[in-house]
């Protein structure tokens, strides 16, 4: 039946080791807020909430006038839903994986490839790189939200190289002489930062774990002490040796700028963009692809060779990371993260108290709606009968479709759309 071309979808929970656990984690509550029958187990982590039809957690259609029983079963069977544009740019495929993470404990240390590396790697790797896709993503924080993203302003690494001996330890000498003399030439500075950092990830482990206990045991020692710390990054460096013991990781705080995001603030993660995620709960946006090269910070493989070779070694300041949203020019509700990547933008539609009827406007590509807050019942030419929207709820609307909201909560809505504007 096309003619249902707005509908809910149950979407996939994947329960990844570094998840809140329980209740304390967004996505359980989001999932139990859009199924109140949904069973959370207080002792489980619910990582992330996956909307979309990626292969490994494509949403199940909540409309039983439906035949298919995927989102993606769906997309294949009516491409047209994703407008042509989107259609014939993406052969076909839902271009952007929207997520909800609730993050615990931290995440590795990563980067993604762009889309000729992803594909050499996918060749030569498969097991490792699924597909042979790029994976920009976007980060907007739900609750304070901290990560590390992008190599921090040259002086700032002087200085942990000068007050962190146990880091100077794994540079070098020679290296951290390079970084300091480069200063003001750019190209030179980005070779420089290269060395120091592929330095350190190549360190032989027992010369690393050695470096890193004397290190934990001072900066503790430090701290107890009640001396300030923060020359050495103290607080974060116990809080991730805690998490992920004997781990290289643990000395790319000194590298990498910290960031804390507060509610509504983002950032963009383009290809090559060294990052790791820590605490707090986010709307991710992504590129539909599951590559992921990683350096630390995780049981999992990692890649360092690779990892050193594409990265991008521009220093830059944490404020620069801060993505910035725009107002959309034609709805006051809405805020527009509009990334530099085709394959995604996604919109913050903020509803006030004093307004009770809202129209969805209608875009030309297929987008997903997630309800964060309110309550409302949803109307459409695309769906023959009314869609009770909470907290939690998800919804698939088809391109070129409005929908009509009737809010019934006292306090507005906050919804998230991603779509594919080209």
Same mark, same amino acid.
């Given at each position: 039946m096309e003619e249902v071309r707005v509908f809910p979808l149950t979407c996939a929970v994947q329960n990844y080791a570094w998840g809140? =656990? @329980?209740? %304390?984690?967004e996505v359980a509550k989001l999932? =139990? @807020?859009? %199924?109140?029958?949904?069973v959370i187990e207080e002792d489980k982590p619910y990582a992330e909430l996956w909307m979309g039809a990626h292969p490994k957690g494509d949403a199940q259609i909540k409309d039983n006038r439906i035949a298919q029983t995927t989102l993606g079963q769906w997309i294949a069977h009516f491409p047209g839903c994703l407008g042509s544009k989107v259609k014939d740019t993406f052969q076909g495929q839902l271009p952007f994986l929207f997520k909800v993470l609730s993050v615990n404990t931290a995440l590795s240390i990563q980067a993604h490839p762009n889309r000729e590396l992803a594909t050499r790697l996918h060749a030569q790797f498969p097991e490792h790189y699924p597909d042979n896709n790029h994976k920009p993503e976007m980060a907007i924080a739900l609750?304070?939200?901290q990560g590390l993203?992008?190599?921090?302003?040259?002086?700032?690494i002087l200085g942990f190289l000068k007050f962190v001996p146990e880091f100077h330890a794994l540079v070098g000498n020679e290296a951290a002489e390079e970084l300091r003399c480069s200063m003001g030439d750019a190209a030179?500075?980005?070779?420089?930062?290269?060395?120091?950092f592929t330095r350190m990830m190549n360190c032989e482990k027992k010369v690393f774990v050695d470096q890193l206990n004397m290190l934990v045991k001072r900066v503790s020692e430090e701290a107890a002490a009640g001396k300030d710390t923060s020359s050495s990054n103290g607080?974060?460096?116990?809080?991730?040796?805690?998490?992920?013991?004997g781990d290289i990781g643990c000395f790319s705080i000194y590298f990498l700028n910290q960031m804390v995001l507060e509610p509504g603030q983002?950032?963009?993660l383009g290809a090559n963009e060294p990052h790791a995620y820590l605490c707090g709960d986010c709307i991710e946006c992504m590129a539909c692809s599951d590559n992921t090269v990683r350096a630390g910070l995780t049981?999992?493989?990692?890649?360092v060779n690779t990892l050193c070779e594409m990265l991008n070694y521009s220093p830059a300041p944490a404020s620069s990371k801060i993505f910035p949203s725009v107002q959309d020019s034609s709805d006051p509700c809405v805020i527009l993260y509009d990334p530099p990547v085709p394959d995604f933008t996604v919109m913050r539609i903020q509803v006030p108290a004093s307004v009770k009827q809202y129209t969805l406007a209608p875009v030309d590509c297929a987008g997903i709606l997630l309800v964060i807050e309110g309550d409302a019942t949803a109307t459409s030419a695309a769906a023959p009968s009314d869609i009770t929207l909470r907290r939690g709820t998800v919804l698939f609307i088809s391109a070129n479709e409005s929908v009509s909201l009737h809010i019934t909560s006292q306090s507005g809505m906050t919804m998230f759309r991603a779509c594919c504007l080209l």
């Open positions: 809140k =656990v @329980g209740l %304390d984690s999932v =139990v @807020g859009g %199924d109140p029958l949904a609750t304070r939200f993203c992008g190599f921090r302003p040259v002086d700032e030179r500075t980005s070779q420089a930062l290269k060395k120091c607080d974060l460096l116990l809080r991730l040796h805690s998490q992920y013991p983002a950032m963009f049981p999992k493989y990692i890649d």
